[in-house]
């Protein structure tokens, strides 16, 4: 893992963002890496893609660090699912993410940082494991809300667009009950889409 995160931190290090509209960097797990957040926002907004799948909180941190692209419009952030489904605790999580912000703000210096909240994962009456890692995923997403208090940072809540009436993540929205479908993304697509275009409107 340790190569792979390195490798893809040497990548990222030498292959700034060649698009000349404001920057929107996308740091996050593979929630972040399977996504098509330029095609799914229609090219309106310029979003470079540097999820890597497998990562943690402080995996995340460290891809900050070493992205070349300083000055953004935006730095996205959504992460935290592999900590919590590994037995992390929400306070450990929510510290983690705390250094996170922190970095991304010294290092890279945007405009705004937006931080999505962690989408659930499919539940069923019978599944008492993923009903108690989806009350996690539920309580650290208020740890990110209360720490999203700073003037740039802004917190952005996907559930209600994904998840069903028990806080599940919708089935005909995932293939595999963790992992978005085409649908899942286009719908968290236009959230974020939709949150960047009245965030260049603001003055």
Not at 20 to 25: A, K, L, Y
Not at 61 to 81: F, N, W
Not at 160 to 176: M, P, Q, S, V, Y
Request: include cysteine; charge should be neutral.
């Amino acid at each position: 893992w340790r190569q792979t995160l390195e490798q893809t931190k040497a990548h990222m290090a030498r292959t700034p963002w060649k698009d000349s509209r404001p920057g929107h960097v996308f740091f996050g797990d593979s929630h972040v890496a399977h996504g098509r957040w330029y095609e799914d926002c229609a090219g309106l907004h310029a979003i470079r893609n540097c999820g890597l799948s497998m990562a943690r909180i402080g995996d995340v941190t460290e891809m900050v660090s070493a992205c070349p692209d300083r000055g953004l419009d935006s730095a996205l952030l959504m992460c935290g699912i592999n900590n919590l489904g590994r037995g992390e605790t929400v306070e450990s999580c929510a510290l983690q993410y705390k250094n996170l912000l922190q970095k991304t703000q010294k290092d890279l210096n945007p405009r705004r940082v937006f931080v999505i909240s962690v989408p659930p994962v499919r539940q069923s009456l019978v599944d008492e494991k993923s009903r108690l890692l989806n009350q996690k995923i539920s309580a650290f997403n208020q740890e990110l809300k209360i720490l999203c208090g700073g003037t740039n940072i802004v917190f952005i809540s996907i559930s209600e667009a994904i998840a069903d009436r028990a806080g599940g993540l919708r089935e005909e929205l995932t293939a595999d009950g963790l992992h978005l479908n085409a649908s899942g993304y286009r719908a968290v697509a236009s959230i974020i889409c939709e949150a960047l275009t009245n965030d260049e409107r603001t003055p």
